[in-house]
Structure formats: C-alpha cells, structure tokens
C-alpha cells in the first residue's frame, strides 16, 4: 500500500518519462535538426525536471538534499535555452538546411553574413542596431 | 507495489528505451548538429536515470551525479558549438 507522498512522486516521474520518451521520439522522427532541437531542449528538460522535483519531494526530511535538487532543477532552465540556441546558431552558420517537409520559408536565406553572425540588410533597416564583431574572428 | 518496484519495472526501462532511440538517431544523424543533439538528449535521460536510481534505492548521492551530468552536458554542447563555428560548413 502506498502512501500519499508515495503516489504524489509517482505521478512526477510518470510525467517526467512520458515527456522524456516523447522528446526521444521527435529526436528520431522529425525531419530538421532545428525541429528535433525543439524537442530536446524543451520537452525531455521540462521532463527531466519533473523527475529531480519527484527526488526533491522523495528527499523531504533532508534540507540539504531538496536545496541540491532545486538547484539542478534551476541549472537546468538556465542552461537549455543557451545551449540549445547556440547549437542552432552554429548549425544555421555551417550551412544546415531546414527541411522540405514543412511549407517553411526561410527568410534570412542569403542575408546571413556567416562569418559575423549578423544579417547583411540590417545596417539599411530603421532602429536595428547590430554588434560587430572583427571579421577576422575565424582566422 | 512498491515505489520501488514501479521504478525498477517501468520507469527505468521506459528511460533506456529513450537513451536507445536517442542513440539511433546519433547513428544515423545526417550532419554533425544532429548527433550533438541526440548526445545531449542522452545524458539528459542519463541525468534521468540516475535520479530515479537516487528514489528507487534511497540513496542521495545519485542526485549529485545528475550534477556533474548536467554541468557536462552544458559545457559540451558549447563546447561543441564553438567548433561548428570554427571549423565553417558542417551541413
């Protein structure tokens, strides 16, 4: 027989999986490197995050130990955004195509400047400020 | 059923069956990106993993090893980025 806590923490990691596997299989079956991107760095961190709160409810009686699962749980949501944006970033710069699949355009096809990160109309464009950075940065 | 049980005879193996499906999609992975994510979508149900081995054998120490997985995780991927930065195409 299992007690309240028990069936509360149940129902946490049951969410965590069920969002983890689904972010498994977006990995496997979308089309797009930025799609499947979506599906790692939104669904399998929400998932993986219910499951460290089930650990940190698990853990009740230490304070210490819920403190260390607040705090990865914290890491977690700070770090995936970045992460994840950099990699797209970096994968746009190197050339990866969106997929045919969707009925997408891609607007900033050939106003990219790769070596800058930074669109090439947007000097012309009204109140777009853009960082500059050395052109020779890649050397 | 335990708590113990469930963890050991459907969560888990729920888990190993995303680390499995993520690790075809790092064989397969048409560019490097694509395998860059599947990596991190590893050690994210990794992280996982180890939490629920931390409930299931009330053992807290597992929790720091999802820690070390996390800060790993993000320092490769940057990692990983900067060279996709340096290196020009990978497409």
């Known amino acids: 027989m299992m007690t309240v806590t028990e069936i509360v923490i149940l129902i946490f990691i049951l969410i965590g999986i069920i969002l983890v596997f689904i972010a498994a299989l977006g990995t496997l079956k979308f089309p797009d490197v930025y799609a499947r991107m979506s599906a790692t760095s939104k669904a399998a961190t929400l998932g993986v995050a219910a499951i460290i709160f089930a650990a940190g409810i698990y853990f009740h009686t230490n304070i210490s130990i819920m403190t260390r699962a607040g705090a990865v749980i914290a890491f977690l949501f700070m770090t995936a955004p970045v992460s994840a944006h950099m990699l797209a970033r970096a994968a746009y710069a190197g050339g990866v195509k969106l997929s045919k699949k969707y009925k997408v355009v891609d607007e900033l096809e050939g106003r990219y400047d790769k070596v800058t990160h930074t669109p090439s109309g947007a000097q012309e464009g009204p109140g777009i400020e853009t960082v500059s950075l050395p052109r020779d940065r890649r050397a | ?91």
């Open chain 2, 1 to 91: 059923m335990s708590l113990e049980t469930i963890i050991f005879v459907l969560v888990l193996p729920i888990l190993s069956l995303s680390a499995v499906l993520a690790l075809l999609r790092l064989m397969k992975g048409p560019s490097l990106p694509d395998r860059v994510v599947a990596l991190d979508l590893m050690i994210t149900t990794g992280m996982g993993i180890s939490t629920c081995y931390a409930i299931a054998t009330d053992q807290p120490a597992f929790i720091d090893v999802a820690i070390v997985l996390a800060l790993i995780s993000f320092l490769g991927t940057v990692a990983f980025a900067y060279y996709f930065d340096k290196v020009g195409e990978v497409g």
